[in-house]
């Protein structure tokens, strides 16, 4: 059964020196199981953090770059 629950779960933070993506709770402990799968249990990979990474790798390199610049920008370099 999908419900879509896990999908609720996703989120962001970051810190000065890395950007990091989470997925799953305490009360939603399957994202691992889901991404990676788990052969034992007979779930297979279903990688959505890779596959959404990969759709959007444009954006991601042409943000990373704006911030560079802003950063090299604002320390004369």
């Known amino acids: 059964m999908v419900t879509g629950e896990l999908r ?11 950007g990091v993506v989470r997925a799953g709770y305490k009360r939603v402990p399957y994202a691992g199981p889901i991404h990676f799968g788990w052969p034992a249990r007979n779930i297979r990979s279903q990688p959505f953090f890779y596959e959404a990474m990969d759709r959007r790798e444009s954006q991601v390199i042409q943000t990373f770059r704006d911030h560079v610049s802003r950063i090299r920008r604002r320390n004369g370099l």
């Open 8 to 18: 609720g779960t996703v989120r962001h933070s970051g810190t000065k020196t890395r």
